[in-house]
């Protein structure tokens, strides 16, 4: 059964696997009890935020354990515009400056802070590449009081790869000096320079992304950078994220992330086999979704007078897996918001992703048109 839906979630490896059993079994304590038992979980909570800064290439102390990028990228954008971490304008008069590319995660938090008169959203326009329109993000740094840019290192819809150093030079431009949030969940293990992302001041990491556990993450943030916890309760985690951090999914991430830290070569060459796919599909009525610079493992195309969820579930049934869009929108009878703002909702409607990774096999794109040439022509 061909999987092409990496961007949705990563087969875990055979390491994570592992290291997760072998905490299961040895460091199952509670990592804040102080005796033997929760020592031994400890343990593996910190060599997960050892292995985490080394990633992200950001001092471990500056690691704050999530239970994924959703709730990462909440505790960042919602930071931002916390009069107590900030100490700026009144609630109301602070702008945050996003776009529609955004993951519902900044998305909607970005809605939801608009609605609560926290924040007013400057949604930056997007072109039909898939990237953000930078002339019209210089016009929303116009705003005197932007508090906050939050903006995306890779989409996970269509793969493709935003201009962070031109939104970071015209960001520093600003005399207010805004904060920069950059959900790079889909970068991590993908992209083999990520020397820019030393500009932002938040970072998000999401381990089942690079093949390491669900239900963990992590919000990694530049010193000095004031955070604000959304959940209130114990103090774990510097009283920034309460509950009990799961030392087994640490173990898992420690082992990915440490992975992933070598993989984007082995991304690479997945772009002769995407290239492949998409030029047997294409002459079978689609187009291409996301003409901007990609990484490497993902094709969005759409087909025409298909429902994208349709296609999927033909394919599905021929032993193809692939998606219709973000996996956090599934199920949903609502076209894509990405690929809407980029190329309207008629294009999103009839998308379909495909999304290799480090496993995917010359054997598998060929099946993969194999069955896809055949479900088309029907």
């Not at 092409?4 to 290291?19: G, I």
């Not at 009878?333 to 309207?344: D, I, K, Q, T, W």
Request: glycine fraction near 10%; hydrophobic fraction near 45%.
């Amino acid at each position: 059964m061909p999987y092409l839906d990496w961007n949705a979630t990563a087969p875990p490896l055979p390491e994570v696997l592992d290291a997760m059993r072998a905490a299961g079994e040895q460091g199952w304590g509670n990592p804040s009890s102080i005796h033997a038992r929760g020592r031994a979980a400890r343990g593996r909570v910190e060599d997960a935020r050892e292995a985490v800064g080394a990633l992200t290439r950001r001092d471990p102390r500056d690691v704050t354990f999530t239970a994924g990028g959703t709730e990462a990228n909440n505790l960042a954008v919602r930071s931002a515009f916390d009069e107590a971490s900030s100490g700026a304008p009144q609630p109301g008069n602070a702008v945050l400056v996003t776009s529609r590319l955004e993951h519902p995660s900044v998305a909607k938090v970005a809605e939801a802070l608009e609605r609560e008169g926290k924040a007013r959203v400057r949604w930056v326009g997007v072109g039909k590449d898939g990237t953000l329109d930078l002339l019209d993000l210089e016009r929303a740094l116009e705003e005197p009081e932007v508090r906050l840019v939050a903006v995306q290192a890779v989409n996970g819809e269509t793969g493709v790869v935003q201009p962070l150093a031109e939104i970071f030079s015209r960001v520093s431009r600003h005399p207010k000096n805004p904060r920069v949030h950059v959900d790079a969940i889909q970068a991590w293990g993908k992209l083999a320079d990520l020397d820019v992302l030393d500009q932002a001041d938040t970072l998000s990491v999401a381990a089942h992304k690079f093949r390491g556990p669900k239900s963990i993450g992590a919000l990694v943030a530049r010193p000095g950078v004031r955070l604000r916890p959304v959940l209130v309760g114990g103090s774990q985690e510097r009283g920034l994220r309460p509950g009990t951090v799961d030392p087994i999914g640490a173990a898992g991430l420690a082992a990915a992330a440490r992975h992933a830290g070598s993989s984007p070569a082995r991304y690479a060459v997945l772009g002769a086999l995407r290239d492949r796919l998409e030029a047997r599909l294409l002459p079978l009525g689609a187009i291409r979704v996301g003409t901007g610079p990609r990484v490497p493992h993902v094709a969005n195309l759409s087909f025409a007078g298909w429902l994208g969820a349709e296609l999927v579930a033909a394919l599905d049934l021929e032993g193809v897996c692939v998606s219709s869009g973000s996996a956090c929108s599934a199920g949903t009878v609502e076209p894509s918001v990405v690929v809407s703002a980029m190329l309207g909702a008629k294009v999103a409607t009839s998308c379909v992703r495909f999304s290799m990774g480090e496993d995917t096999t010359s054997d598998e794109i060929d099946e993969t048109i194999a069955i896809a040439t055949r479900v088309l022509r029907r």
